[in-house]
């Protein structure tokens, strides 16, 4: 489904919103994704559903709410005017429907017809799957008096083009028109406009009254909904469009948009209200968890999948930060149980989070006639970042929104320098020269390597000592230390089973030790303002 958003009526904002502790509406039309139309419907959003409405015509007074099909009998004007204008035909594989009625004119008086309106009958004649042609025909050739049959069509195909609300003014439409994609104006021998319209007749106690109204089709929560732009299950961006998906699978469908503005506004609302949730989530969550086991941040992403062998090239994960550890769920945990259940699992300490592309400030779409990507880049997932874990391997994920990437990046680091405070120390295994060794990573004295089995210390340097390492790529390092009084370098050389991993380590410790020396570290390392490629 495609949703095509135009704006709101003149009670809200530019952007189809009310006020900021109202709901948010605005008209939107409804597309189905391959073959087939769309309709007109609204959205509303409230803190915690985004639900979409389509227009109906119910029956307010004299007969039951939900009005199916009426029979509605016209008395032609003066100059053989009906008072209304028809679109749509079986050639095109959609119905007649009534697409204009003429304000003060025979059609509008009645009060029981609607633009919108599917014509199923003709005096008694079954023209569902008549052509536009035999329609307009048939109401010509009638009489005086016109009996037809109609049922509202909510979901009305999106190349009818239909109006949403009342009947609009009267207006000059071409008679000889018999295509479904323009309006049959059925006037006959007049211009509605040229013909002075009756007074409309005064209601009848227990005639039936009818009302076109919004109603609620579909409700989908926002608790640990996720956004996509994506379509499924590749890189691809819909362009300036987003489904939203809720936890138990209900999907909006796809939300496409008229304009940047609109679609960059409704997606930040969306995802400010998902966010507000999920923090939510996270203080219940941490209730029951101890200090030392707190979530600092989870959320959906967009995981790239690399040589599956299959035409599938990205899935939904859902990560969190908690703990001492990063954790990687194929859905959101929703109890205890759910927390012993993530598909990987991998220590803070020796991850290291990476960041492709930095969001700009506004988090604003191009507009589709561009003929450019999303921002103007190349690369189809422009928030992106990496997780590097141990023996060299990595994971990419993206984001949808540049706020988004942002509290990734800030949490990351937030969560590690926690970590290594909590830890203080980590020891690896390693050897050199066919001596087992242990090398210890300490928060507060720096490196320390020791005999394995004597546990007798070999050499201990100072964090602010280490000036430099390299690496085979493999399994074996370099570290240059300086001394103290003699300024000279000496080089100490260890290989580890996981080289990666110990790599991470030491750069998480030392990143913590400046952070906790110089607290403007963390700050000066903000994403915010910079572009990273």
Known sequence: MHVFFYAGSPSVGALGFHTVNSPRTGLAQLHHEGPGGACDVRLRLTKDVLTIQKQDVVCVRGGSHRAHHRTVTLRRQPGGSLGLS???????????????MFRGHTADRTGMLFVGDAILQVNGINVENATHGEVVHLLRSAGDEVTI??????????????P????GPAGNHSSGACSPLFDSGLHLNGDPSSTAPSSPSSPVANEPKYEKRWLDTLSVPLSMARISRHKAGAETLRCSAFEVLALDGVSTGILQFRSAQEGAAWL?????????LTLQSVRMANKCCSSCDQVVHMGWVIERLEDTGSCQTCCSKFLVLKGSS??????????MLDWGRAEETYNLCEVLFKL?????????????????EPWGLEDPQPYCFSVLVGHGQSRRFSVELGSELAAWATSFQRATFMEVQRAGSRTYTCSWQGDPLCFTVDFALGFTCYDSKTKNVLWRFKFSQLKGSSDDGNTRVKLLFQHLNSRQIEVKELEFQDLTAVLHC?????????????????????IGGRRFC
Do not use: M
């Open 86 to 100: 028809i679109k749509g035909g079986a050639e095109h594989r959609v119905p007649v429907v009534i697409s204009r």
């Open 149 to 162: 049959t109609v049922e509202y069509l909510r979901d009305a195909p999106s190349f009818l083009n239909l």
């Open 164 to 167: 949403s609300g009342s009947p």
């Open 268 to 276: 930040r609302a969306v995802s400010s209200n998902i966010r507000d």
């Open 326 to 335: 990063l954790h990687v769920f194929s859905t959101p945990p929703v109890s």
């Open 356 to 372: 492709h592309k930095l969001w700009l400030p506004d988090d604003c779409w191009l507009h589709t006639d561009s003929g450019l």
């Open 506 to 526: 030491v750069h998480a410790f030392l990143a913590a030790k400046v952070a906790s020396v110089d607290p403007a570290f963390v700050d000066n390392q903000s």
